[in-house]
């Protein structure tokens, strides 16, 4: 019968942070080939009875019916995958604020609307100092009264944004291998797509417009000339010898018979049978 404890000519290496073991002893070439199974299965069981000593020597404590012990900082370094990541360089403003001893903050998501006498969002719906809720703009003292000053403000907003855009690509070129380069080849490669996707959405509805458009007659496009782009534009129809939304009666054609009459012909008829000869 297995017991715990186990004893080893040779101490292994046991790193009890990363549940990892080294075993040191030298091979046993004759039990090996003797019993390669039972050699194997041997050398397991001692060493994981080895590891799990360890881990009993820590401190244990009890969570939820269960009995748990903290793992000690690992002492193994193990290698890594891949090399460690460059730091992100800092923008202009990062570097300013550092200088400066500026430090954020987080700010509210409630302002105090002086005006309304109450609280309202930061942003969204409802939020303070909204520009669409001011229905009147007061005329500088020095400034054109014939001159809008809702286009105005909506023209300094969007420069603030451009702006901003601007700054925000720069500090990307200055971070980005390639430079300002980089990021204009990526600004152009996404503006193409965006122009190929526009122009195959465009040949898709002209497409489906020209279907519909052929279709539109009183034969369903059936007697209409075909055009050479498009080729031969055929009513579309449920199946072979069904009448579809698309399309006339395919099949035989009306008017005449599909097999033979039913019935015996009646007397006195040309063709009904030797009676009718000589008649």
Known sequence: MSTTTVQKAVDPIIDVGHLHLVDLQPLDISSLRANREEFLIRNARENTQLLVNDV?????ERAEDAVVVALPPPKTTLPREKPLPKPRQATKWETYAKQKGIRKTKRTAMVYDEEAKEYRPRHGYKRVNDEKAVWALPVPEHGDPMEDQFEKRSNAKKERVAKNE????????????GGLKAVHRTMAADAQDARRAERDAKRKDVGKALSVAK????????????????????????????KGKGGPLKGKPAGKPAGKPKGKPSKGKMGGGKKGKGR
């Open 56 to 60: 009993w020597k820590l401190p244990t």
């Open 166 to 177: 601007v700054q925000r690509l720069r500090n990307i070129a200055r971070s980005k291998k």
């Open 215 to 242: 279709v539109s007659t009183a034969s369903m496009g059936v007697h209409d000339s075909d055009t050479p782009a498009r080729g031969p534009q055929r009513p579309k129809g449920k199946g072979k010898g069904t």
